[in-house]
């Protein structure tokens, strides 16, 4: 099952924010995420807020959600105030396919009449390939939607059986064609590497897939063994070994090696984009700190310094909103120092780096001493910067730890 919601303070019942939180708005990029709590089966990896047929029974369902759903955008609306239209929109789940392309549009009119929309905004929807065909695009074109990420983590049939995927080996690239063919120019497909028995020929077959399948952005994930999970259950029985770091980190600069040959370029550690504007807007808003409503069961939000989560279950996600309440289970109000550190935990990741003046007197010492064992660019630094370099991408997060002392 899903992970647990971290602890915070009491939320309002109402949803209102801190006068504060809300001066800032219009003056950073505001976007619009949207979970979709609904899967065919679970991902023998996915420890995400997501909830079967057969886990829910009749306690909740897509139009009950729906509903849920534009209640809680109408609250956003009532929140925000006078707060700029969405510049970005991101449709997550789960399996936000399995809505069809209808219930998709649905989605979009939802957030279209509640928040509004930039004349350029970015509207992405993920989707399963299984659940696709060359309709789905076209109608989900139609609706608005001009971005698209699917799912593929491997071609290798031992992999996508460790992983429980249910799909076939060609077809998330079946899927990418249908997608161009329908007349989407921005395409992302989803990679896993290090999963146990995946072996460097399987990954290089996965590349190939993906630079064949003529999409603009790769995702690759190193694969994270999360406490609950049925690959977890089967790595505690000794049925199958733990991903090793030495291994993840070759297959990790496999991956970079390939889509950097092909024409691709790291904008952040896990994402490779063709071009500037094939790079995802709205996770650039999310990793530069800026502001985001996230509605559906299990979201979360982060406006002006104040992050909150909903409730998870579907059920009591709808019932609550059904009452005129607010869905968020509870929230933060962040410090300074909180956003701080915040920042250098999202802005390394970056290809710009983060600015020195960000660190505190030893977070900079630090940083030189990086820069002397090789992790951030010299030339960087030189010109006021903390830049991984391809070494450093390797040990972002240990960087981390070093930049925080």
Known sequence: MASTLPPGD???????????????????????YVHVPFCATRCGYCDFNTYTAGELGTSASPESWLEGLRRELDLAAQVLGSAPPASTVFVGGGTPSLLGADGLASVLDAVRASLGLT?????????????????????????????VSLGAQSVAPHVLQILDRKHTPGRPAAAAGEARAAGFEHLNLDLIYGTPGERPEDLQASLDAVLDAGVDHVSAYALIIEEGTAIERRIRRGELPSPDDDVLAERYEQVDSVLSTSGFRWYEVSNWAAST???????????????????????????????????????????????????AAAREILSEEDRRVERVLLEIRLVEGLSLSVLDEPGVAEAKVAVSDGLLSQSAFDSGRAVLTDEGRLLADAIVRRLLP
């Open 10 to 32: 009491p939320a309002p019942a109402d949803g209102s924010l801190p006068p504060e939180a809300l001066a800032g708005l219009g003056s950073r990029p505001f976007g619009v």
């Open 119 to 147: 004349s350029a905004a970015e509207i992405t929807t993920e989707a399963n390939p299984e659940s696709t065909s060359p309709e789905f695009f076209a109608g989900i074109l139609r609706a608005g939607y001009n971005r």
């Open 277 to 327: 504007a094939a790079r995802c807007q709205h996770n650039l808003n999310y990793w530069r700190g800026g502001d985001w409503w996230g509605a559906g069961p299990g979201a979360h939000s982060h406006i002006g310094g104040v992050r909150w989560w909903n409730v998870k279950h579907p059920a009591r996600y709808a019932s609550t909103l059904a009452e005129g309440r607010s869905p």
